[in-house]
């Protein structure tokens, strides 16, 4: 197994060991592959996703059996959601005690079948090594996402010859490319070449380094308008004129106005996610293109939205197609008022937030902070208010460099990932962004990064309270908070320094904020920054459920700026 992953170039694992996984434990430590050793084997699996979200490699976490293995699952399905490729190898009580109550034994396949793209279950060490590199293929292939290898200990414990199969047999059963013909990019020109207010939707389809380079220059040579799902941030630079920022429930200003003017709706690698584009195609009228790699997703907008262009095929490669077209037949679009409304409306709509205050805002600390982050830095976060003011404020101009957990959601996550892109990307710095709540629920990974040295930034920005959900009980519930406030002080900084951060420091006051993030982000080594914020900031723009666009909630600070 463990020659099966050098093979592969892997060359780092995350994992948690255990009496059930270590033969292979014992042969990794033997080997040239690094292991990583995290709080708990969830961590284990955030981090190699987090490694997979950072770079163009399949991010592998190796743990035990039992409990070991169900507390992947919510990493797994996480990657599912987010189609971010996994390996995840689980040790498995020896053959003869399946099925029989065996101490620290589960159903692997049965667990974790409606939440991976497969599950491999071992049956004879003569398969090993074609099953762990058709697994790497199958994982990082089509639409990617997590799959699971159970092994048992006895198959651990025996001795077989490495046939070195070559990786070919693999890759080619998995990557085939599918383009346009000539007459389908034709009907695509012709569509786009009508519409007076084109705008494209980038989804996280494109967030890799050749779908990225691809929409670059499909649109350096079309000019068209631009909004970004969450998982798309950086795809495209932010800061370019047209590029409205991101869409949705907690999208911009520009983003979630120009969606309601445009003519042609040009969605690419997207999953139209609920929060965003549940109004399109019903009450904002424009047609509809899609491309896509996911054939039921492709097939379910067939049905529901009725795109006038639609295709099922890698995002980079088609859009490549149609540029190729484009030059060759010397396309050029009659969209210059909207591309000047465009760039006037951005600027028009800027975000804002209590600059009055005398508690600090988390928009202030993240505006900071924006101005101050390296092109390459990456940046992860946990979920809640912080994850959504990240998205607003912190303008990205490479893809893979925002790492956060979209469509499962899930708290605690913002710490692992760090640890997996750190390790993919050692020259990269790595900054996490998190809130108290988010924090807390994978605490133990303050240890990993400071006990390793990694070097890894960390934000902390506490409100003593669960935010977004403390947002929501002002609106729904009469301010009513049943479940989110904490009032005891815990000095995360302390905690933080204890566990071997050289680096750490607490802020209360605005007026210290900008020199702190200075020295934080000056430091050498992992580097802990909490800073107390106001609990009663709320996130705005929103789109509150069941609305539509036309009714997002500004909140009192942000306005119109007449150009």
Not at 51 to 56: C, F, G, L, N, T
Not at 58 to 82: E, K, M, R
Not at 191 to 200: E, F, T
Not at 500 to 509: A, D, M, N, T
Request: aromatic share 8%; hydrophobic share 40%.
């Amino acid at each position: 197994m463990v020659r099966s992953l050098e093979d592969l170039g892997v060359s780092c694992i995350f994992g948690y060991t255990g009496a059930a996984i270590l033969p292979v434990m014992d042969e990794l430590a033997k080997s040239s592959i690094r292991i990583v050793i995290n709080a708990n084997e969830q961590c284990s699996a955030f981090s190699a996703a987090g490694y997979s979200r950072a770079s163009e490699q399949v991010g592998v976490a190796i743990v035990t059996s039992g409990p070991a293995i169900t507390n992947t699952l919510t990493a797994v399905a996480d990657s599912y959601a987010d189609s971010i490729p996994l390996v995840v190898i689980a040790g498995q009580v020896p053959e003869h005690k399946l099925g029989t109550d065996s101490f620290q034994h589960i159903d692997v396949a049965s667990v974790f079948g409606p939440t991976a793209k497969k599950v491999y279950s071992v049956k004879s060490i003569n398969n090993l090594e074609m099953v762990i590199k058709d697994a790497y293929f199958l994982a990082k292939s089509g639409k990617p996402g997590p799959v699971v290898i159970d092994l048992p200990l006895n198959l651990q414990q025996k001795e077989v010859t490495y046939e070195g199969l070559p990786l070919t047999r693999f890759s080619d059963v998995y990557e085939q490319e599918v383009h346009l013909s000539d007459k389908q990019c034709e009907q695509f020109f012709d569509l786009l070449c009508q519409a007076k207010h084109p705008l494209l939707y980038l989804g996280g389809g494109l967030n890799n380094q050749e779908g990225s380079d691809a929409i670059r220059r499909f649109n350096g040579l079309f000019r068209i308008p631009s909004v970004n799902t969450l998982m798309a941030k950086g795809v495209v630079d932010e800061t370019g004129a047209m590029h409205q920022g991101m869409l949705g429930m907690f999208g911009t200003p520009s983003a979630n106005t120009i969606i309601q003017e445009n003519d042609l709706f040009l969605a690419i690698g997207v999953r139209w996610d609920d929060r965003v584009a549940e109004k399109v195609g019903f009450a904002i009228h424009a047609k509809i293109a899609f491309i896509d790699i996911h054939p039921e997703k492709v097939q379910q907008i067939r049905n529901e939205r009725r795109p006038t262009f639609s295709f099922i095929g890698n995002a980079a490669t088609l859009l490549n197609d149609l540029t190729d077209w484009g030059l060759k037949h010397a396309i050029t679009l009659d969209i210059e008022p909207w591309r000047d409304y465009a760039a006037q409306l951005k600027l028009s709509w800027p975000l804002d937030y209590d600059r009055q205050s005398p508690s600090i805002q988390m928009a202030n600390v993240l505006e900071i902070l924006n101005g101050k982050l390296a092109d390459d830095a990456i940046v992860t976060t946990g979920v809640g208010n912080h994850q959504l003011f990240s998205a607003q404020y912190l303008q990205r101009k490479k893809p893979r460099t925002f790492l956060t957990c979209g469509a499962f959601g899930t708290m605690g996550s913002g710490m692992p990932l760090a640890v997996g892109a750190v390790s993919a990307m050692p020259s990269s710095p790595v900054i996490v962004v998190d809130g108290d709540g988010s924090f807390r629920m994978n605490m133990g990974e303050l240890f990993t990064i400071g006990t390793q040295h990694l070097p890894i930034k960390i934000l902390l920005m506490n409100n003593h309270a669960d935010g977004m959900v403390y947002n929501l009980e002002d609106v729904s519930y009469g301010r009513r908070h049943s479940a989110t406030c904490r009032n005891e002080d815990v000095r995360f900084d302390q905690i933080a320094k204890l566990c071997g951060f050289g680096f750490s420091k607490r802020v209360i006051q605005t007026r210290e904020l900008e020199s702190a993030i200075d020295a934080w982000l000056s430091w050498d080594g992992p580097a802990f920054l909490e800073v107390i914020t106001d609990r009663n900031e709320v996130l705005y723009p929103v789109v509150r459920p069941g609305s539509s666009y036309k009714e997002m909630e500004l909140g009192p600070n942000i306005k119109r700026i007449s150009q």
